[in-house]
């Protein structure tokens, strides 16, 4: 089975610092607020005598003061209000996120104009169900106070050192420009997009300038999956997994649940399949480094990633050749044959192994392999996705579980090997216009990309560089053009095949930018160039609009008139159906794409590249949300690092901090290190994506660029498997790890049982206590009672809902150094604990937020009754009663109450979040006060505002508080405990409903369900089975 | 020894006098109960509501629809006044701000204390008067605070058994 599982007793553990009991995790555990905020100051604990009576003197000058009005403040209303503008209600627009390698359906919620939150949006068929914490950013970005907002020129006088950037007028930038396209031809490289509308604007324009050459590029984009796909059936295409429909998941290096561009909408699909109490489908994940898929699993086997070919290959030879499934000539038989030792050669469970063979040809036509991603970006990763797309074939999932024609990924344009020919391209010097647009090609290409454009400059070409942040590309332009974020421009987006959904601007641009596209129509205008599209439209709204009554309607069958389609169309925000049911015929196979495939060359330490599901490529690290997002994995946050096993780093002597210096093939990087538990012990894991030096000020400085340390080989980047040494030094540096404290110490947190074990008995893993009864008498709930209940089963771990909580409740980020110092602010967090062997642990996640308990010991504590219970069960926080003497925390069992140490929302640092991008709604608070999750009070109350309006009571899913809102996999739930029928309600009725640490009966309001593998081990926790 | 002891009680006089002084002022501590400040534009009450009985939500339109009752746009004062004594100075000046697409900027009057959340959509559709609380507005020639808008006052109708009014700390503290 898994390495080693021979103990009944399974401990389950939060760091690695718990496991070994070291001294310093036990003074962490001890301490809830880790020092005095004078302690730094005067090195003194509390405050000094002086500083007392000088506070003093100051409070009894202010309360002499006290009686004084408040400043005056003024009432600015609208001169004229828009007609469908409520002043204190929001407005909600249909609009979609148009990443680079992925699109969502969104709804923007709006305030008085200014958007504020993302939404998903339920009438789309083809976007996930929540909001990924990189599209909360996004939305947040529109506000980034280090945006470009002006065009500029870099002016070059005869003084080499007279240098400088000019703020011109678009006029004067449009002129210099229509001047160059008279004479020249341009280069055009952009970021991969899922525009349609896009697509044809670009393509129309590039035509009217014969010579001109456009590419797409991505750093992350997984060329080698259509590539793959030719040479398996001979045709191009990017493939659609059907998560929905798969019974039994092999990933070998996928990260679908969390690296993955389209994580969220993996996730769910995938969460559909987690039933226990249907059919309930079973993951298995080979993988280096732990990511989320792997934490996931039902079971994970630790493999090197340039040995991940020899599992694919090896399962072939167990399914096609040892159990003699699936028909194949002999040429291919051979080719298997040379894969019959895996188990052995890499020291995996020989029956496991197996039994997945078997297991996958048991569920052929109902499974799926797949593989991917940089965690799977070998050098050949291509035959990886060969001997994948084999397997696939060989089951009968072709067509099946993957999606090849219906409603498959048309958008994705980008080339890894486009930036190779675009280098050519520019070296040729044909061109003398260099257009590089919403893409970091300086940062993501480093060294070779910054010379060549520097000799293009030099020999005489212009660089246009239209971008969101004057960064590392940014800075080397000579003509600087600010572009619209996607919430304050038009635009268009293709999901899947035959899905599309539109752009609506929700605001104007904030400061003097233009898009690409309508700088390109009105440059084509003005040169009389191009189809009688790009001439006939004046602005990109109405090139949109014709393209869609073209292109995108042409094949409808619907009758309406296009204005009436197009009303339609904004308020739905989506147009287009996903097939019901993927059933296409299993693609023929060509048996000679295996021909070139060998086993891997596994020797020494491998370097694995990944990104976090936080930071991303590094596009958002001017963010400070998801530079303090704690990473679904590590739980670190502003940094990245390189990951050791724990043997590895118990080897080399290293602890978590320490900077070490990692030598790839001659280019060294020093970074601390991470012991990341579960990690194959000849891997080291380090995230792309730090290490800006034009970000922005939140950006600059944080962490370690990792971008050199691709290699390219024709053209193809090569994440995983290189070789690296790793050296020891003496510096440390420690790491903002939000994991080593507030630990409930060993207690019955999350409850997990087997498939197996939960079918005999349905509250299998519960331990349960007898009670005692409790001192305090129950509380009256006439009307609502509010509860939520929290499917650990559904859950991944993935942290939306902790970026979504953010964004609607005005929680600050506090930075590097407080978040050392355990002052972290978010209202919930998502626990990870491990249990057993700690060199491949089974990893467990639970989002905890204040349970709102019945009988809540913070309330009983508060000294000026600052936090009470309510009528309808929530636990509620009176900022201006709060004194902040935080006893209510210290009494909280569940460590969910934050305490506002400085005044964090000022807006004088760089971490703060923009003003304009708090939620009116919610109180912003400030020093001294407490706070803590309430249950989304302001969402509970204007939904009872409309039920109230309409004379009845609130439905039930009616409320949908932040988290639940946020999540892909539908963990969470929320509603009313009073309504027997309300979905909680059932939920809490369920045998696998569980009470956080019970036995304190305090009776929380959040209640957790087990989470059920699909594995066959036993998995009992540490407190035991049945009762005392 | 007796300089320390002076010390103590000149502390001691000097602590009383402050306490007494603050007693004998009576200072009303944030509470703003008849301010009345000056507004850029002398709008009348007692003639738009009072004289003329323009319903108070014909220009307050948001009272019964959201939480603020909302400082009227300048296109609603328009509704009238661009027929309406438009030879009057302060007239002019409203309609220019308003072809500008220029905010009059007011002076706030009522202000509630801080973290506070009042919800004027339930008390109107509830059956509650604009004059319960702010007055009789229909007189005032200048605007006052004619409550004083204390969490006390609040509660004092709240608790009323016939108002069946929610008195959970969240229903305005979050």
Redesign the interface.
Known sequence: MKDMQNNNEKKYWKSIDQLENEARFNEMAEAEFQTSPLKSEDGNDGLARRDFLKLMGAS?AM??T??V??P??????????PEDL????PNFYASVLADELSGAGLIVRTREGRPIKLEPNPANPASPKGISTRMQAHCISLYDPERLKQPKRWITEENFHDRKWNLLTWEKIDDEVIGLLEKENVTLITNNYSSPSRKALIDDFMAAFKGSKSFVWNPLVDSAESSAQERSYGKEVNVRPLFEKAKYIVSVGADFLGEDPRAHEYATAYAKTRNPDGEMSRLIAFEGMLSLTGMNADDRIRVKPSQFIDVLMGLAHEIVVAQGNGTVNSTTKAKLVEFADVAEKLHIDADLFSEIAKDLWKNRGQSLVLTGGTYAGVENAEDLYVAANFLNTVLGNDGKTIDYAKNNYTTINAKQSDLEAFLAELDAKKNKVLIVENLNLVYYGGETVKKAIRDFQDAGGTFIYMGFYQDETGDMADILLPIDHSLEAWGDAEFHKGVYGIQQPTIRPLHNSRSLEQSFLNWAYALQAGSKRLQGSETYYDYVRSYWKSDILKNSKNGQAFEDFWFELLQKGVYGELAENVNLPVRSFKQSALASISSGKAEGMELSLYTKAGIGDGKYANIAWLQEFPDPVSKVTWDNYATFSKATADKMGIKEGTIVTLDVEGQKVEVPAYIQVGQHDSVIGLALGYGRTKGGRVANGVGVDAYPLIKRVDGKPVFAGRKVVAAKTEKFSPLANTQGHNTMMGRQIIVEATLDSYKKDKSAGIHKHKFLESAWGKHEYKGYRWGMAVDLNSCFGCGSCVVACQAENNIPVVGKKYVLEGREMHWMRIDRYYSGDMNNPDSHVMPVMCQHCENAPCETVCPVLAT?H???G?N??????CVGTRYCSNNCPYKVRRFNWFALTKGDRPEDTPREAYNPR??VRSRGVMEKC?FC??RI?DVK?TA??ENRTVRDGEIKVACEEGCPSGAITFGNMNDPESRVSKLFESQRTYKLLEEYLAVPSVRYQTKIRNAKRENTDHHGEGSH | MPNKNLKVLVGVVALVLIAGLAVFMKPPIGYNQGYQPTQPIPYDHSLHAGKLEIPCQYCHSNASYARHSSVPALNICMNCHNQVKTQSEHIKKLADHYNEGKSIQWQKVHLLPDFVHFNHQRHVRRGVACQTCHGPIETMKEVFQYSDLSMGWCVNCHRKPENNAPVSCSTCHY
Do not use: F, L, W
């Not at chain 1, 005056?72 to 209000?81: D, E, F, L, T, W």
């Not at chain 1, 509620?876 to 009663?881: D, L, P």
């Open positions: 009894v309360s002499a006290a009686c009005r408040r005056a403040q003024k009432i600015v209303p609208y001169a004229k209000r409520v002043v204190g209600k009470v309510d009528d309808e929530t509620s926080m009176v900022y201006n009663r919610v109180t309430t009070i302001q109350h505002d109230k309006n």
